[in-house]
């Protein structure tokens, strides 16, 4: 049984670039949530997707984006990138159907470096 | 908003010893709690939550946690610490909207040094 995948595991970007991050949720699962992990930070709600709409969303700006494919996989994008971009991304998938009460399940993250 | 807060940045503890990772929690309605262990540049792995029921609860690999309405705390817990329990831990608690869709709020984690 996959897990959730995560790629690329690492890339370096300069700024003004812009980055997508690609997630495979775990197998069963419909929905999939981003979150940002600054160096010594804890996981930020970035956004969550069900059913190929974004659900909820959290202190981000305009300029991180998300889909999700039919599939239930997705996307994160991020345009005109800043130095304060460098973090953790990671993809949680859950279900929300069904018993669903709160845990999420996580890749392995996508390390984003911004010089 | 719900929320919660992890007073420690690190914990030391000698291996063999008790470990005890602490967490508090604010929220609104009945709290969904949960524990989580992160190792060096990995995702973040399940270790147990407490939904309602018996307020000791018992995670993976020999974790258990405790939960404490009039404290309003969610204390992780081992009762003999191991070096290969040395990474970083955090407690997160569900948020959820009138839409029903829910999320996870991560405490700012602590880290667990266990000495051989």
């Known amino acids: 049984d996959a897990g959730v995948t995560q790629s690329p595991t690492h890339l370096i970007k300069t700024r003004g670039q812009q980055v997508t991050l690609r997630c495979s949720p775990k197998?069963?699962?419909?929905?999939v949530s981003w979150y940002q992990q600054a160096l010594g930070q804890g996981p930020q709600f970035i956004f969550q997707?069900?059913?190929?709409?974004?659900?909820q969303r959290g202190n981000f700006p305009d300029r991180f984006s998300g889909h999700q494919f039919p599939n239930y996989s997705s996307e994160l994008n991020v345009n005109a990138l800043l130095l304060g971009d460098s973090a953790l991304y990671l993809c949680?998938?859950?279900?929300?159907?069904?018993?669903?009460?709160?845990?999420?399940?996580f890749g392995e993250g996508s390390r984003l470096t911004v010089l | 908003a719900q929320s919660v807060a992890q007073p420690e940045d690190q914990v030391n503890v000698a291996e063999g010893n008790p470990l005890t990772v602490k967490c508090t929690y604010s929220?609104?309605?009945?709290?969904?709690l949960f524990w989580y262990v992160q190792y060096p540049n990995r995702g973040l792995q399940f270790l147990l939550k407490?939904?309602?029921?018996?307020?000791l609860v018992k995670g993976s690999y020999g974790f258990e946690a405790e939960f404490n309405k009039s404290q309003t705390s969610f204390h992780l817990k081992k009762p003999s610490a191991l070096v290969s329990d040395s990474a970083l831990y955090f407690c997160?608690?569900?948020?959820?909207?009138?839409?029903?869709?829910?999320?996870?709020?991560f405490g700012t984690g602590t880290r667990l040094l266990v000495s051989p």
């Open positions: 949680a998938s859950s279900l929300v159907a069904g018993g669903y009460t709160g845990e999420l399940f």
């Open positions: 929220v609104s309605g009945n709290p969904y």
């Open positions: 197998s069963g699962h419909d929905t």
């Open positions: 997707y069900y059913e190929e709409e974004e659900r």
């Open positions: 407490y939904i309602t029921g018996d307020n």
């Open positions: 997160a608690v569900r948020d959820i909207k009138n839409t029903g869709f829910q999320k996870l709020v």
